[in-house]
């Protein structure tokens, strides 16, 4: 896969991540062991599957006994319309503007007593449509109880309405998801294991 990506950024004369795909192809190429242990130089890059495992246990390690003190944690998804490459960044940007509106007006509301803390965690995804070329950024969030959720959805649907035009569809109140969380370690790694999300079926009908 390296070298696949390696011919990519040669052809794009992108050669920052040329020296970044050569580092991940190295990764761990070369093993010392020594008093029964071994070591090993690591990329640490988000597209190294090794290193991402990695990232991925440790966030667990570190989140999960936080996590498993909320008494009714909350899965959620929110996002946005399918949009094309050229619109991407400027969307990606636009949730994360809006997510932080959200975050900013509830702390607001707490300090002066009108409201509850929004605690959770949450993690971007982006899938991508290989027949229609298109992206579909979200964020998955684990909250603390269903409230918080309910208080997100209702918040983030609020903010993408057009003023202009309200029929325009940005998001939709279908696309956003609200369900229990049955399986905290399951739901954590759920949130959390898309930095080593890398491939996508080229033929949709076969990700049943």
Not at 46 to 61: E, G, L, N, W, Y
Not at 63 to 89: C, G
Not at 140 to 153: D, G
């Amino acid at each position: 896969m390296m070298l696949g990506l390696i011919d990519v950024s040669k052809s794009k004369e992108d050669f920052q991540r040329l020296k970044s795909y050569w580092n991940t192809f190295h990764c761990q190429s070369k093993i010392i062991s020594s008093k029964n242990r071994i070591y090993g130089k690591y990329c640490k890059n988000r597209f190294c599957t090794v290193c991402s495992a990695i990232r991925k246990a440790d966030i667990i390690h570190r989140y999960y006994p936080t996590l498993k003190t909320w008494k009714e944690p909350h899965f959620l998804t929110l996002t946005v319309r399918a949009v094309k490459i050229k619109s991407l960044n400027k969307w990606i940007n636009g949730m994360f503007r809006a997510f932080s509106l959200i975050l900013d007006r509830y702390k607001k509301r707490f300090q002066r007593g009108k409201g509850i803390p929004l605690i959770g965690i949450k993690s971007l995804e982006c899938n991508f449509n290989p027949q229609r070329k298109t992206y579909n950024p979200h964020f998955h969030i684990i909250t603390a109880n269903l409230e918080i959720a309910e208080i997100l959805k209702k918040e983030w649907l609020q903010i993408w309405k057009y003023k202009d035009n309200p029929n325009q569809i940005v998001v939709s109140s279908k696309a956003q998801f609200i369900r229990k969380v049955e399986n905290l370690e399951r739901d954590l790694i759920e949130v959390i294991k898309y930095g080593s999300k890398i491939f996508t079926e080229p033929d949709i009908k076969k990700k049943i």
